[in-house]
């Protein structure tokens, strides 16, 4: 689902995904070049994903929704998935290949211009895994210290070079070396938070010496939110967008904002 706004429930989790358009672009009159998607396919089995479409180029918005919609085919296929964790990271790097071969076809003659990123949470009772494209990110919620809880932010990609803020984009050519992939097992994951960099002020800190972190109140309050039991789901859904288009958070980064989050059940 590529829509604005949708939730569902699996078994044990709670899904939800938005995605609002960035202070530069309502500006503009342009439309959100962001996409997202995610299903789930059993208890405990899930897919999330979000793409980011380069907004250079001129149909960065259809490759964004191409790339989300070909996550869900190739990353949830009917053959099934891994069983062995061991074998995670190499069929997430084998189903991107497949993936990218199907964007290249369906985008020609110019794939360059449908570039995006795409980042990509799998989760199952085993394992969790991740694959990321560009600047997307992800952060768990996993584990407590002192009744608190602990997030973690996965490995992102390194940049194009110490100097850039240069993305690299699924149709990069060199793409293959710049992913970032990687299996968690922790069954202590009550939460999952995915986002396109729109939201990296605000979701991410940096402490010094190269280092990232998931800024705590942010993370928790997203997170959160999902499991208050005073509001409805449409207040919740209109709170968060009232968020994401505040000017606090448009003053961070004027880029369209997408996030995707999963929550399990108590």
């Not at 208890?43 to 180029?57: C, E, I, K, M, N």
Request: aromatic content about 6%.
């Amino acid at each position: 689902m590529s829509a604005a706004n949708m939730s569902t429930r699996t078994t044990h989790w709670r899904l939800h995904g938005t995605s609002v358009t960035g202070h530069r672009h309502r500006r503009d009159n342009a439309a959100c070049q962001d996409a997202f998607q995610y299903r789930g396919t059993g208890p405990d089995t899930f897919l999330l994903a979000v793409a980011d479409g380069a907004g250079s180029r001129p149909h960065s918005r259809e490759g964004a929704q191409t790339a989300v919609e070909l996550a869900d085919l190739h990353f949830l296929p009917s053959s099934g998935l891994p069983d062995d964790p061991r074998d995670v990271e190499e069929f997430l790097r084998s189903r991107f290949t497949v993936l990218r071969a199907e964007f290249l076809r369906r985008t020609r003659p110019r794939p360059e211009d449908f570039a995006t990123t795409l980042t990509v949470v799998i989760h199952t009772p085993r394992w969790l895994g991740y694959l990321s494209v560009g600047d997307g990110f992800a952060v768990l919620r996993a584990g407590t210290r002192e009744g608190e809880p602990l997030f973690h932010l996965l490995p992102q990609p390194a940049p194009v070079s110490e100097y850039s803020n240069e993305a690299f984009f699924v149709t990069s050519d060199d793409v293959s070396r710049r992913l970032e992939t990687a299996c968690v097992l922790d069954e202590e994951v009550t939460g999952i938070l995915l986002s396109t960099d729109g939201l990296t002020q605000a979701a991410v800190e940096f402490p010094g010496n190269h280092r990232k972190r998931a800024k705590h109140d942010f993370v928790s309050r997203v997170l959160g939110a999902m499991e208050r039991t005073d509001i409805g789901a449409e207040q919740e859904e209109a709170e968060l967008t009232r968020l994401l288009e505040s000017r606090r958070l448009a003053a961070d980064n004027a880029d369209d904002k997408t996030l995707v989050r999963a929550v399990r059940g108590r």
